[in-house]
């Protein structure tokens, strides 16, 4: 909303000589103070914007400016489209800046490229929308948060940036619950509020997110050629060796971790893993057990799960950052 404000103030003084703070501040339903911190926003970015006070003050763009759109390839801006029409896939709130940006470049909207970041429940954009926004106005929120051993957790968290990676959004923030940096996955937060409490500027330490010391597993894994979508749907071109029995072998490095046993079972009876011997028999000796539960009665499974429970003492978090893997 800040970013589709600014433009929109530009655009507004583009073609009206002048405007108040008051006008403004009603249009997009701020305050006056919120108006003038955007005016030195604009400022600050080199757009020559100024205000006037007393009877025939306003705010004012210096006269003779224009924001040429000379100055921009029809490729550039072609790509600035481009970048608004992706926002657009997780939020709605750039159909207007994207209209205007089209009407000054003089563009007519072409769909060469479609996404959805969201999901078919919506969900994902309501819960993105919320902590976009109060990363923006620098807000605290609360959640509850389910951790990699399904215990769920009540959180308190200073939002910092929300990050795309390898198809998963995940939220970089302070958890004042930890006291630490931490890295939660969108899709394990539930319930969540922006709180009223504010937070100052606060960086996360990205550099040291670069060289996180994760220990991981090389593993060859033989694949029947009826797995062949998933293959190259998950992996790269690289990774995969088609034999000439039209099977795969796949080779692929992960840390070592219940995640990655649960993705080679994924598979069922169309993989087995080769090598190392190591992992081989941590797949058999689940299989084992799978075998093992499927025999017993609900009670027994039942009460399996509560000592289980009752032994873990893995802390249901987010990805703790200093560390480098997920707890």
């Known amino acids: 909303m800040h970013l589709q404000r600014l433009f929109e103030i530009v655009y507004l003084l583009l073609y009206r000589k002048k405007v108040t703070a008051k006008e403004l501040a009603e249009r997009f339903e701020v ?8 005016i030195d926003t604009l400022s600050a970015a080199g757009i020559p914007i100024y205000t006037n006070k007393g009877k025939d003050g306003g705010i004012f763009l210096m006269e003779h400016f224009i924001l040429n759109r000379a100055l921009l390839s029809e490729e550039e801006q072609q790509l600035i489209l481009s970048a608004l029409k992706g926002v ?4 709605d709130d750039t159909n207007d800046t994207l209209e205007r940006m089209r009407t000054l470049f003089h563009q007519q909207e072409t769909d060469w490229i479609a996404m959805d970041l969201s999901d078919w429940s919506n969900r994902s954009r309501k819960l993105f929308e919320t902590i976009r926004d109060a990363i923006q106005i620098r807000h ?6 389910c951790g990699s ?4 957790t009540k959180r308190h968290a200073y939002p910092l940036q929300l990050w795309f990676k390898e198809h998963t959004w995940y939220l970089k923030a302070y958890c004042t619950t930890r006291a630490d940096y931490r890295l939660f996955k969108l899709s394990r937060m539930q ?5 009223k409490e ?3 500027p ?8 670069k060289t996180l010391p994760i220990a991981t597993t090389d593993i060859t894994l ?5 797995m062949a979508y998933r293959l190259y749907d998950e992996y790269a071109y690289e990774q995969i060796e088609k034999l000439e029995d039209g099977n795969f072998l796949v080779h692929i490095s992960f840390p070592e971790d219940e995640w990655v046993y649960g993705m080679l079972l994924s598979y069922g009876p169309y993989a087995k893993v080769l090598s190392p011997s190591t992992v081989k028999e941590k797949v058999k000796q689940r299989l084992q057990a799978m075998q093992k539960r499927y025999e017993e009665d609900v009670e027994t499974i039942a009460l399996h799960t509560q000592e289980t429970k009752e032994k873990s003492s893995v802390d249901a978090d987010g990805i703790a950052f200093k560390k480098g893997k997920e707890r």
């Open 191 to 195: 319930e969540v509020f922006m709180e």
């Open 202 to 209: 606060m960086q996360y330490p990205n550099e040291e997110d």
């Open 140 to 145: 605290a929120i609360s959640f509850t948060y």
């Open 149 to 152: 051993n399904g215990i769920q």
């Open 31 to 38: 305050s006056t103070r919120t108006i003038y911190r955007d």
């Open 88 to 91: 657009q896939t997780i939020t």
């Open 198 to 200: 504010t937070f100052l």
């Open 222 to 226: 033989w694949v029947d050629s009826c």
